[in-house]
């Protein structure tokens, strides 16, 4: 008892040591904490910074010590993978965003800009059916996620996958509140082309029809519906969604001029093709196409007089053609008639000067009179040759 009471003091003392020491170490644990994480939180804000200077490797540095010292900083790796993945380290990015998809603390926003980021991912190493699966789900959180949509039907059209494109378009143009009904006819057209790719020419045949439901001026898809027509034999057919183009966009008219030649001389019924040009002619009588392809007609006939005549009715329609004039060159030089070669000749001669730029985009056929890096038309960048 007495060596109790002796030592009491002694074990108060202790204990009160120990649990100041304890304290203070506690105390410093929180603080360190907290400057750490505060620490942190301006390196986040320095990152934050840098990205929008478009520093990156500042940002990356800073990102990089921001998951060092506060490892619930979602946003921070979401972050940092991305970095990876722009640097050409997809793996690191897939790695990264990967283990952030089993964090369930995650909010939808968040989620959203994972689902994102991983769909970036798939996309760079070319992971088309991965980078689908994110986009869709990513859509199934958002049904009006434009930036999905959109990115969706990128991979469709990659995929050649024309059907799910077309549904896709559709949803984007409801979403925007946009309608194009002649770029739709163009994915009918396309699935048509995937039938007809497998002879399944009937199959084809019904969507380039549908094609035409959306647009009555669908080029391609009258073209094409003659072509399955013809691929079975069924030449009449095929003469009839031919001769329908020529009617509803007579200025692509000249598009169907070599089909129609074909099948009608295979048919025999030569005499028709030169109808076809008057009948043409007689609804729209300056299409310089039908005249050219007239006169040349006229010439192997033998009918010299009525090709000069088209030719200079060409001529008059438009005088710089170089093409009308050198047919007539040809046809007075059978006809022997040096003069009036000599003389057409100086004018196409004097007439050579240099074109005024045309500049044509390799992806839509858009013409500009002056240079331009990005497509006004179909939005490519750098598809404009001269
Ligand atoms: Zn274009």
Redesign the pocket.
């Known amino acids: 008892m007495k060596f109790y009471i002796e030592e009491f003091p002694l074990l108060v003392l202790t204990l009160i040591c120990v649990a100041a020491i304890l304290i203070v170490a506690i105390l410093l644990i929180v603080r360190y904490r907290r400057s750490q994480r505060l620490r942190s939180a301006g390196s986040y804000v320095e990152a934050l910074k840098d990205l929008i200077r478009g520093d990156e490797e500042s940002a990356f540095r800073h990102l990089k010590r921001v998951v060092k010292e506060d490892t619930a900083n979602t946003d921070a790796y979401l972050k940092l993978g991305d970095i990876f993945r722009r640097r050409g380290e997809v793996v690191r990015a897939l790695q990264i965003h990967r283990q952030l998809t089993v964090r369930n603390d995650l909010n939808t926003r968040t989620r959203m800009e994972l689902l994102k980021s991983l769909a970036l991912d798939y996309m760079e190493s070319n992971k088309n059916e991965q980078a689908i699966a994110k986009l869709k789900e990513l859509i199934s959180l958002d049904k009006k996620d434009l930036w999905g949509h959109q990115q969706l039907l990128r991979q469709f059209e990659r995929q050649k996958d024309w059907s799910q494109a077309l549904s896709a378009q559709e949803t984007i143009f409801k979403i925007t509140g946009q309608k194009d009904d002649s770029l739709l006819a163009l994915y009918e057209v396309q699935i048509g082309h995937k039938w007809a790719d497998q002879k399944e020419f009937h199959k084809a045949r019904l969507k380039y029809k549908d094609a035409l439901r959306r647009d009555r001026l669908c080029v391609p898809a009258y073209l094409d519906l003659g072509d399955a027509f013809q691929q079975e034999g069924r030449l009449d057919e095929a003469l009839e969604s031919w001769k329908e183009l020529l009617q509803k966009v007579p200025e692509k008219a000249y598009l169907a001029f070599e089909r129609l030649e074909r099948v009608l001389y295979e048919k025999g019924q030569f005499g028709e093709v030169a109808k076809i040009y008057r009948d043409l002619l007689e609804r729209d009588p300056d299409n310089l196409r039908a005249l050219l392809a007239l006169a040349t007609l006229y010439d192997k006939k033998g009918n010299l007089d009525e090709a000069i005549r088209t030719c200079q009715r060409a001529l008059q329609v438009d005088a710089t053609s170089h093409v009308a004039r050198q047919l007539l060159v040809k046809f007075y030089q059978q006809r022997g008639d040096q003069a009036k070669v000599m003389e057409n000749l100086e004018t196409l001669i004097n007439s050579a000067q240099v074109t005024p730029n045309r500049f044509l985009?390799?992806?839509?056929?858009?013409e500009s009179q002056e240079p331009l890096w990005r497509?006004p038309?179909?939005?490519?960048w750098r598809?404009y040759i001269p």
Do not use: E, S, V
């Open positions: 985009c390799r992806n839509c056929g858009h497509c038309h179909c939005d490519q598809t």
